[in-house]
């Protein structure tokens, strides 16, 4: 497995069960908000036994790597929560493709531009590679500007609470995924298989 460090969050997100409110407040961490933020991007089965929130950037390699060994390990286990949370970190560019990727949420288009733009190799890619990409992605261009333009606020506001929750976390870089009760950076195929195995084996012990 890649780079793989699972680090205990002491039962944070196991179950998706908060930990104490005290425990929460001296930690910094709004553990409903990270879960169960109404505007976060969604796949996988929404009644899912294991949560998987992923911290991700469209000009980052290593999310572009794994995206796709993410979206078969969701698809074919089919108990899986995956919120997606889009984190631009890296570039200006990061900011623009986190937005379009949210814009196109209000027409039911957000899983086809996040494929999309995870798709576009390498990384400091440009706005116009990014557009180019999404023209292609089967959205509706004007309605993406529309919406785009309309809910600028929300899409804006969206992003200061993924800041905020990473920033909380103490998220150091993309991608960043919390599986269960554990906190991982890059995986495979195999590795997000391992994990949500030993997900399910933690809070089957709990």
């Known amino acids: 497995m890649q780079r793989r460090h699972f680090l205990m969050l002491a039962g944070l997100l196991a179950a998706g069960t908060a930990l104490p409110a ?18 976060a991007p969604t796949a996988g089965n929404p009644k899912g036994d294991v949560t998987v929130v992923a911290f ?4 980052c390699p290593f999310c572009k790597k794994s995206a796709p060994d993410l979206e078969r390990a969701v698809r074919e286990d ?3 929560r995956l919120v997606y949370k889009d984190w631009p970190i890296l570039t200006e560019a990061s900011v623009y493709g986190a937005q379009i990727a949210l814009a196109a949420k209000y027409q039911g288009g957000y899983d086809k531009v996040h494929r999309a733009l995870m798709a576009i190799p390498g990384r400091g890619v440009s706005k116009e590679q990014m557009l180019k990409a999404v023209q292609g992605s089967g959205i509706d261009l004007a309605r993406l500007d529309a919406d785009l333009k309309a809910h600028a606020g929300d899409i804006t506001a969206l992003l200061r609470r993924n800041l905020a929750q990473a920033e909380s976390l103490g998220l150091q870089g993309t991608p960043a995924y919390l599986i269960g009760p554990f906190r991982t950076s890059t995986l495979d195929y195999a590795g ?5 195995t030993e997900a399910r084996r933690r809070q089957a012990a709990q």
């Open 192 to 196: 997000f298989k391992e994990a949500f």
């Open 22 to 39: 005290s425990a929460l407040r001296a930690q910094g961490v709004d553990v409903d908000a990270i879960l169960r933020d109404p505007a």
């Open 78 to 80: 089919g108990r899986i």
């Open 56 to 59: 991700l950037d469209y000009n």
